[in-house]
T-cell receptor
Framework: GENVEQHPSTLSVQEGDSAVIKCTYS??????FPWYKQELGKRPQLIID?????GEKKDQRIAVTLNKTAKHFSLHITETQPEDSAVYFC?????????????FGSGTQLTVLP | GAVVSQHPSWVICKSGTSVKIECRSL??????MFWYRQFPKQSLMLMAT?????????EQGVEKDKFLINHASLTLSTLTVTSAHPEDSSFYIC????????????FGAGTRLSVL
């Protein structure tokens, strides 16, 4: 089955700096890669996703890059703000038009210091 | 939007009792829903995949007789923790994907179960 590894487990940055979180996956058939943000005790919220037919996607301060050959993808947050502090999870899945289970990474606790 | 409602948000029960958790897709139909368990400061671990009108598919190591899943309609799946014990205390989260849509999962707010 799919295995997703995520690094780092914790990340502290100064407000205004950039944050980068990296994930690798094992199943070359995976083609859907979402990123979720989870605040303490709350539901994971989808912040951005990418499919294997594109290499990069950007939404305001958030971007995701995908390297299919190397089987890794990364989340980039620019101009970080204290409200960006949360746990971020990457995930991988095979998307074929119907629901497929997500395999999650272990999570990254991001702390943005004011 | 795609809203998933999960109830209760918090439940305390005595050891040996059963607890039912509901997961509802409020504004879309979901043929498939997923149930996860999350320990403090850990990732989401898939417990089972719930399919409307059929038996759930359980992940390895998850006892199907202990964690009963029923998906009787396209908008409701339930997870019943039977004969709960303190080691079952955890954060349980469901998610749902739109029927016929792309594989985007929308999560419920989670249920914190504490077994005394």
């Amino acid at each position: 089955g799919e295995n997703v590894e995520q690094h780092p487990s914790t990340l502290s940055v100064q407000e205004g700096d950039s944050a980068v979180i990296k994930c690798t996956y094992s199943d070359s058939a995976s083609n859907y890669f979402p990123w979720y943000k989870q605040e303490l005790g709350k539901r994971p919220q989808l912040i951005i996703d990418i499919r294997s037919n594109v290499g990069e996607k950007k939404d305001q301060r958030i971007a995701v890059t995908l390297n299919k050959t190397a089987k890794h993808f990364s989340l980039h947050i620019t101009e970080t703000q204290p409200e960006d502090s949360a746990v971020y999870f990457c995930a991988a899945s095979l998307s074929s038009g119907s629901a497929r289970q997500l395999t999650f990474g272990s999570g990254t606790q991001l702390t943005v210091l004011p | 939007g795609a809203v998933v409602s999960q109830h209760p948000s918090w439940v305390i029960c005595k050891s040996g009792t059963s607890v039912k958790i509901e997961c509802r897709s409020l504004d879309f139909q979901a043929t498939t829903m997923f149930w996860y368990r999350q320990f403090p400061k850990q990732s989401l671990m898939l417990m089972a995949t719930s399919n409307e009108g059929s038996k759930a598919t359980y992940e390895q190591g998850v006892e199907k007789d202990k964690f009963l899943i029923n998906h009787a309609s396209l908008t409701l799946s339930t997870l019943t923790v039977t004969s709960a014990h303190p080691e079952d205390s955890s954060f349980y989260i469901c998610s749902a994907s739109r029927t016929g849509g792309e594989n985007i999962q929308y999560f419920g707010a989670g249920t914190r179960l504490s077994v005394l």
